[in-house]
């Protein structure tokens, strides 16, 4: 079982090196913007200073005085002066006015003098340029400038620029598996300043895997999976400038008889060679005798580092290795390093890694799930967000928990609306109190004895008192809807003090609460749709290969995912062995993950971990193309296949 991730798509640095300081590509195109202006004022002062010599008076030896050395040897001297003056003149147009225009300022003179104090800045900087430049532009000459000329320019600028790009891919954490061993790819790519991919110095590129303390675990490191081919491992070494430089396929061997095959020396005194053993060779100055193979008999040379092992090219600018991690490994941090030489320059990178027990993995994911709610209230976090959110919707619903089952049944139909009806009512309910306010505590008390000195005394205050009572109290009150009015003012008085039971229990701002709530539930509908494609591949034989396209039937619904797992299953059949390659066109090109020699007894799942997919046929569409190879069976299988992950923008047609 193996478990392969590949490298992001990396891009090459803007940044080129311009005559040893880093600019950019419009820096240069800037810098030779200025040069080619500063020319052109030259040549503009050089057609003054003709104009001017033109104008020379007829008796010039009579001007000139006595010559400096003779005449011959002044005419001689001028005449080197007005070759040089001519070389340049023979390249002014024939009507230098009408090429030049009228100025944009006062005159000639000022725009020139607004160009100089530009130059002058420029100056300033270029001041600081190497002492050489003038010999980067020595092949510009002849009649002005010209296509060719500039062409030079740009290849001596590119002669000295550093153009190169690294980028390596390391699984960052590598899972000791249960039983035997597992691998894990390493890949590396090298660009030049324009992107493309480019070979190091003699084609090698070395990598080794280093722990904390510095034990090495190249043994580890293997040119093909499945532990089958181990790295080839390599020595750097320091030897005094040969006459006859040792070249590919010579064969050395020290003191000790370890013999050291010469892969090439990347600059004139280091020796990069392959050795063999158990034991690293440690020569710190000493003498390689040459047994076969074109160089110097003998050699005086010195190991500077033999911990390398050399990655394997699987393309021009691409190199891989496979570190395989077994089940007796132990977990530790460990730096996988990267060197290789560029144009003689030794070049060095650093990527990390983790080796860690499936174990520690689980424990892990188990103690994130595990945690309390109460252990995630720090303010503004998902966790604290989470914890307040349950609160809100524990508080509402207590008051909807008192709720009736059915509020509207209980309600029932208003007249107007339930408020209405209430205030209708409230407004009866205070003009009958206003008269019975007035009605003894205790009626029949006071009917038995009269309060005054008699009963129709009594009769009489009750009916001063009633004077203000309507003429017909029943029309008033109407008809009850239940046994009485009593018995209607109680009805509403009970669902009064339900519905005030249930208000009291709202928040103050209840729209608040309400749309806090909404702002929480529009969060989660925000997340990334999610991409879960199955499909089942049709039948393939012992030794034959078919693509399984999941499309959008299948339930693929991106041109763009990241992808995170990948479940493999045998649907019909009785394949032992068998080879899964993801891949992004429909050709079967374009592999993106490989999972070799699967068999029965192999887990149906593996992590990719977090990946780009990216459809890159023709037309870009909703596809996903599984390349299977039946390597070992005793008829046909058919074979399912499942992808899961997140989708992503589609990319451009």
């Given at each position: 079982?193996?478990?392969?991730?590949?490298?992001?798509?990396?891009?090459?640095?803007?940044?080129?090196?311009?005559?040893?300081?880093?600019?950019?590509?419009?820096?240069?195109?800037?810098?030779?913007?200025?040069?080619?202006?500063?020319?052109?004022?030259?040549?503009s002062d050089t057609s003054a200073i003709k104009t001017k010599t033109d104008n020379l008076p007829a008796n010039t030896a009579?001007?000139?005085?006595?010559?400096?050395?003779?005449?011959?040897?002044?005419?001689?001297?001028?005449?080197?002066?007005?070759?040089?003056i001519k070389?340049?003149?023979?390249?002014?147009?024939?009507?230098?006015?009408?090429?030049?225009?009228?100025?944009?300022?006062?005159?000639?003179?000022?725009?020139?003098?607004?160009?100089?104090?530009?130059?002058?800045?420029?100056?300033?900087?270029?001041?600081?340029?190497?002492?050489?430049?003038?010999?980067?532009f020595t092949d510009i000459k002849g009649a002005g400038w010209t296509s060719e000329s500039l062409k030079s320019i740009s290849d001596k600028i590119f002669s000295i620029q550093n153009n190169t790009a690294f980028t390596a891919s390391v699984v960052p954490e590598m899972v000791i598996p249960a039983s035997l061993n597992e691998d894990n790819i390493i890949l590396i790519n090298d660009y030049d300043g324009l992107g493309h991919l480019q070979d190091p110095d003699l084609n090698i590129s070395l990598t080794k895997v280093v722990a904390a303390d510095g034990t090495l675990f190249n043994q580890n490191l293997f040119s093909a999976n499945s532990r089958t081919t181990a790295a080839t491992k390599i020595t750097i070494a320091t030897i005094t400038a040969p006459s006859i430089a040792p070249t590919a396929g010579a064969v050395y061997k020290d003191s000790?008889?370890?013999?050291?095959?010469?892969?090439?020396?990347?600059?004139?005194?280091?020796?990069?060679?392959?050795?063999?053993?158990?034991?690293?060779?440690?020569?710190?100055?000493?003498?390689?005798?040459?047994?076969?193979?074109?160089?110097?008999?003998?050699?005086?040379?010195?190991?500077?580092?033999?911990?390398?092992?050399?990655?394997?090219?699987?393309?021009?600018?691409?190199?891989?290795?496979?570190?395989?991690?077994?089940s007796t490994d132990v977990e530790q941090n460990v730096a996988v390093?990267?060197?290789?030489?560029?144009?003689?320059?030794?070049?060095?990178?650093?990527?990390s890694s983790s080796i860690l027990s499936l174990q520690s993995v689980t424990t892990t994911a188990g103690a994130v799930w595990d945690q309390t709610t109460g252990s995630h209230a720090t303010a503004g976090t998902f966790g604290a967000q989470d914890s307040d959110t349950n609160t809100k919707v524990g508080a509402i619903k207590t008051k909807t928990d008192n709720l009736p089952a059915n509020t509207s049944s209980v309600l029932g139909t208003p007249s107007v609306s339930i408020s209405a009806d209430i205030a209708t009512a409230q407004t009866a309910i205070t003009a009958i109190k206003a008269k019975t306010d007035n009605m003894p505590a205790n009626l029949s008390t006071t009917l038995g004895s009269p309060a005054g000195a008699s009963v129709s005394a009594d009769i009489s205050a009750i009916a001063a008192r009633t004077n203000n009572l309507p003429s017909n109290t029943s029309t008033v009150l109407g008809t009850p809807a239940g046994a009485s009015v009593s018995a209607d003012v109680a009805a509403v008085k009970s669902d009064t003090s339900a519905i005030k039971t249930k208000t009291d229990n709202m928040p103050a701002n209840l729209a608040s609460t309400l749309s806090t709530l909404q702002s929480s539930v529009s969060a989660i509908a925000t997340l990334p749709e999610m991409v879960i494609a199955v499909g089942t591949s049709t039948a393939c034989a012992q030794g034959a290969t078919v693509i399984l396209d999941l499309n959008a039937a299948a339930g693929f619904n991106?041109?763009?995912?990241?992808?995170?797992?990948?479940?493999?299953?045998?649907?019909?059949?009785?394949?032992?062995?068998?080879?899964?390659?993801?891949?992004?066109?429909?050709?079967?090109?374009?592999?993106?993950?490989?999972?070799?020699?699967?068999?029965?007894?192999?887990?149906?799942?593996?992590?990719?971990?977090?990946?780009?997919?990216?459809?890159?046929?023709?037309?870009?569409?909703?596809?996903?193309?599984?390349?299977?190879t039946n390597n070992t069976d005793v008829g046909s299988s058919t074979f399912t296949v499942e992808l899961r992950g997140q989708k992503m923008a589609d990319v451009a047609a």
């Amino acid at each position: 079982m193996a478990r392969i991730t590949s490298p992001a798509n990396a891009s090459s640095s803007d940044v080129i090196f311009f005559i040893g300081q880093p600019v950019s590509g419009k820096d240069v195109q800037n810098r030779l913007t200025d040069l080619f202006t500063n020319v052109a004022a030259v040549k503009s002062d050089t057609s003054a200073i003709k104009t001017k010599t033109d104008n020379l008076p007829a008796n010039t030896a009579t001007i000139l005085g006595t010559p400096v050395t003779s005449v011959s040897a002044d005419i001689a001297a001028l005449n080197t002066i007005d070759l040089a003056i001519k070389t340049k003149t023979d390249n002014l147009p024939a009507n230098t006015s009408t090429v030049l225009g009228s100025p944009a300022g006062a005159s000639i003179s000022a725009d020139i003098a607004t160009a100089q104090t530009a130059i002058s800045a420029i100056k300033t900087k270029t001041d600081n340029l190497p002492s050489n430049t003038v010999s980067q532009f020595t092949d510009i000459k002849g009649a002005g400038w010209t296509s060719e000329s500039l062409k030079s320019i740009s290849d001596k600028i590119f002669s000295i620029q550093n153009n190169t790009a690294f980028t390596a891919s390391v699984v960052p954490e590598m899972v000791i598996p249960a039983s035997l061993n597992e691998d894990n790819i390493i890949l590396i790519n090298d660009y030049d300043g324009l992107g493309h991919l480019q070979d190091p110095d003699l084609n090698i590129s070395l990598t080794k895997v280093v722990a904390a303390d510095g034990t090495l675990f190249n043994q580890n490191l293997f040119s093909a999976n499945s532990r089958t081919t181990a790295a080839t491992k390599i020595t750097i070494a320091t030897i005094t400038a040969p006459s006859i430089a040792p070249t590919a396929g010579a064969v050395y061997k020290d003191s000790a008889n370890t013999q050291f095959t010469v892969i090439g020396m990347p600059n004139t005194t280091t020796l990069v060679a392959s050795w063999t053993g158990a034991t690293a060779p440690v020569l710190g100055s000493g003498t390689l005798t040459k047994n076969s193979g074109t160089g110097d008999s003998t050699l005086t040379a010195s190991v500077v580092d033999s911990s390398w092992v050399k990655m394997l090219r699987s393309n021009v600018g691409q190199y891989q290795l496979f570190y395989n991690v077994q089940s007796t490994d132990v977990e530790q941090n460990v730096a996988v390093r990267f060197a290789y030489f560029d144009s003689g320059t030794w070049k060095a990178y650093d990527r990390s890694s983790s080796i860690l027990s499936l174990q520690s993995v689980t424990t892990t994911a188990g103690a994130v799930w595990d945690q309390t709610t109460g252990s995630h209230a720090t303010a503004g976090t998902f966790g604290a967000q989470d914890s307040d959110t349950n609160t809100k919707v524990g508080a509402i619903k207590t008051k909807t928990d008192n709720l009736p089952a059915n509020t509207s049944s209980v309600l029932g139909t208003p007249s107007v609306s339930i408020s209405a009806d209430i205030a209708t009512a409230q407004t009866a309910i205070t003009a009958i109190k206003a008269k019975t306010d007035n009605m003894p505590a205790n009626l029949s008390t006071t009917l038995g004895s009269p309060a005054g000195a008699s009963v129709s005394a009594d009769i009489s205050a009750i009916a001063a008192r009633t004077n203000n009572l309507p003429s017909n109290t029943s029309t008033v009150l109407g008809t009850p809807a239940g046994a009485s009015v009593s018995a209607d003012v109680a009805a509403v008085k009970s669902d009064t003090s339900a519905i005030k039971t249930k208000t009291d229990n709202m928040p103050a701002n209840l729209a608040s609460t309400l749309s806090t709530l909404q702002s929480s539930v529009s969060a989660i509908a925000t997340l990334p749709e999610m991409v879960i494609a199955v499909g089942t591949s049709t039948a393939c034989a012992q030794g034959a290969t078919v693509i399984l396209d999941l499309n959008a039937a299948a339930g693929f619904n991106a041109q763009k995912a990241q992808l995170t797992d990948m479940l493999l299953t045998i649907a019909s059949g009785a394949s032992s062995d068998y080879t899964v390659t993801l891949c992004e066109k429909s050709d079967g090109t374009k592999p993106l993950y490989t999972v070799s020699n699967i068999v029965p007894t192999d887990a149906s799942q593996f992590d990719l971990g977090v990946r780009s997919f990216r459809n890159q046929d023709a037309s870009p569409g909703n596809h996903a193309y599984v390349k299977i190879t039946n390597n070992t069976d005793v008829g046909s299988s058919t074979f399912t296949v499942e992808l899961r992950g997140q989708k992503m923008a589609d990319v451009a047609a």
